[in-house]
Nanobody
Framework: QVQLAESGGGLAQAGDSLRLSCAASGRTVSSLTMGWFRQAPGKERDFVAAIKWRDTTYYVESVKGRFTISRDNAKNTVYLQMSSLKPEDTAVYYC???????????????????WGQGTQVTVSS
């Protein structure tokens, strides 16, 4: 079992930065595929970013160059640094964990077995 707890969400203005944290327990993040997804009101949960066991990272096109996913193995925590925020980034952000190898892409929610409760990010224009 893996428990995930997100933090760091809040209110921001367009152009601001926020850093989301996902503290994991039960397994070490270095052995897992870790991902961030987001769900805007009335929309499906969408992939944002992922980091795999060799620190290979993946991003949805709309956040490339603005968001950075990283992990601190000593703290067993994964981060999502968000810069140049836009109103369309407003959503509940979820951290997710899955095995290092899965038949699906790290962009696919089926890769992930464990999910956090989510943290709200609201960006005003």
């Amino acid at each position: 079992q893996v428990q995930l707890a997100e933090s760091g969400g809040g209110l921001a203005q367009a152009g601001d930065s926020l850093r989301l944290s996902c503290a994991a327990s039960g397994r070490t993040v270095s052995s897992l595929t870790m991902g961030w997804f987001r769900q805007a009101p009335g929309k499906e949960r969408d992939f944002v970013a992922a980091i795999k066991w060799r620190d290979t990272t993946y991003y949805v096109e709309s956040v490339k160059g603005r968001f950075t996913i990283s992990r601190d193995n000593a703290k067993n925590t994964v981060y999502l640094q968000m810069s140049s925020l836009k109103p369309e980034d407003t959503a509940v952000y979820y951290c997710a964990a899955g095995p290092a190898y899965r038949e699906w892409s790290s962009r696919d929610s089926r890769t992930y077995d464990y999910w956090g409760q989510g943290t709200q990010v609201t960006v005003s224009s």
